[in-house]
């Protein structure tokens, strides 16, 4: 199989030809040329294009686009359609438009609208994958296959109702097990007949944890298998092109994308920063090391390795950004000259074989018309076009660019904690796991580390320190892999509410956190949620947020302690030493200042120091390393010159390096580093 990140650096995007008429595709492709574009996705939401009338196919246009495409240099991720079914599928299965937990049909009008659970959707779903599969799959202009877009739809229909009990069944075995897991004794909710289980829909009060907790595990199952019937098609059509899916990323997702991450030949991700500060290269640099964190897991986990000639294990493709506008609630934030530069290049930096953009040319109508594109509203005339043609020229002079990302510090993610302290009943509204490795990737980027991100169970060699945010479910199996990795002399930093509940989200008793309890040597009697606006003091002058406990020790030392309060005097940040390895614990979110002064702490007594030490705050520095290859990424996020010493060949200006690096406001450098 010829993977995307055998070839040169992946550089292009969605490009939807089917929304403009003839004239505009030779073009696009002589701009594509300009720009250096060599890879785009096709077709993504052109089923009624596709197929105008139910079996019957309009392939013409797509042919003499793939051409163009093909005559032009410039390969193709042939897209699956089918995150948009056209209005006649809709009007032909009602039963097939999804179902809100209020019980309410949605009606055709935006995209996304069917349920995934549904016979009839994934039936005509296959059909038109078959017919793109039976047509293209030979095409020369193909590199692969981007099958649908962003899964992560649900649905309450009766469809969805069948298949969940189906998925209980099989998971749980039988009823008993079932009401054992989801404590169904409380409220009166046991359950003495299959049939009996709905989703869970909008209902009086409270719904139950471990109920909502399985339908999201579900969706994740369902969503996947809708993916994989799709990748089986077009793989046995051409076993030699690799088949990938766009990750959406977000709290809301149903999607275990550790677990798919097994399933693609490549972890494709798009990232869209929501902040206008500082805040949209911290998301950036995270986005980015949550997608080599899945692609490292895949590669330990995948059942038949995809072969990668040439390229890292942990390597992944940014398969959408937004060449411009940052959406922000209400409004849409321009970003700056050269900050596309700059956050193309954080992904490259950090494990992406390459940039994709949302999306080529900008559409004079449709919903997301004033989305930004390579080609904006003003045409090819324009800073954001010169800004892809130089983008276009830096990825080229990167071809060299190659090796895994050095870390040592990884941080802990979990899709399973993260739903189970959504409920709605947990004692604070506040608590959230992604939030919580926000912040302590935040603190850790601002101080110069890279971080890895691994799923429970992962390999663990080689990081001198693991942060375990807010893993709010530790099963049996993660409470030994944490126990491991300390005893063997691993510094473990974990947050408050880690280890409370088990994996079917019921609480682990005898003090919280149970399950770390010993590792960490601190026992919680009771929990102290802060409101929005409130927070407790701590006595070396910092403050805690969102989160504060009654903490007795058991063998840690007390660190910083609560001052003021009912838990005046309290420990509240603790140090467990257990054999070479220590065990820190943090029972409320410091302040970032705090923060970063206790994780420096740690990091120094594990031997972590920062990639670049003399690097000035505000430039970002990761390294790529190849066996004794390496290369340095220094990203300038700052509004003024900084130096920073290195020694190599600056590859952007094919400029040799001495002693240091200038780098203008906003300004990026990557150099070959001279060894020694
Ligand atoms: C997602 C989708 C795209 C587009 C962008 C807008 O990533 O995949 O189709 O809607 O968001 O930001």
Redesign the pocket.
Known sequence: MLMWTDGPLCYGG?YNPEQWPEQVWSEDVALMRQAGVNLVTVG?FAWSRLEPAPGRYTFDWLDQVLDLLHAGGVRVALATPTASPPPWFSLAHPGALPVTADGIRLHHGSRDTYCAATPAYREAALRITTALADRYAHHPALAGWHVH??YGTTCHCEHTARAFRRWLAARHGDLTALNDAWVTSFWSQHYSDWAQISTPRATQYLPNPGHLLDFRRFWSDTLLTAYTEQRDRLRAANPALPVTT?Y?LGGWVPVDHARWATEVDLVAV?H?PSAVDQGAEEQTALAADLARGWARHAAVHRRSAAPRAGAAASTWLLM?S?PNQI?TAGRMHTKEPGRMMRHSLAHVARGSHGALF?QWRAPVGGA?RF?SALVPHAGADSRVFRETVALGAALRRLTEVRGDVEASVALVVDAASAWALRHPGMPSTLPDHHDELAAAHRVLWHAGHTCDTVTPGDPLDGYRMLVLPAVYLVDDTTAGWLRGYVHAGGHLVATYLSGVADEHARVRLGGYPAALRELLGVRAEEFHPLAEDDHVRLDDGATGRIWAETLRLSGADTVVSYTGGVLDAMPAVTRHRVGTGTAWYLSTRPDDTTYRRLLDTAARAAGVTPVCPDAPEGVETVRRRDGDASWLFLLNHTDHEQHVPARGVELLTATPVERAVTLPPGGVAVLREHKG
């Open positions: 969605d993504v877009n962003e766009n959406v798009d869209y959408e937004a959406h949302f997301e989305h």
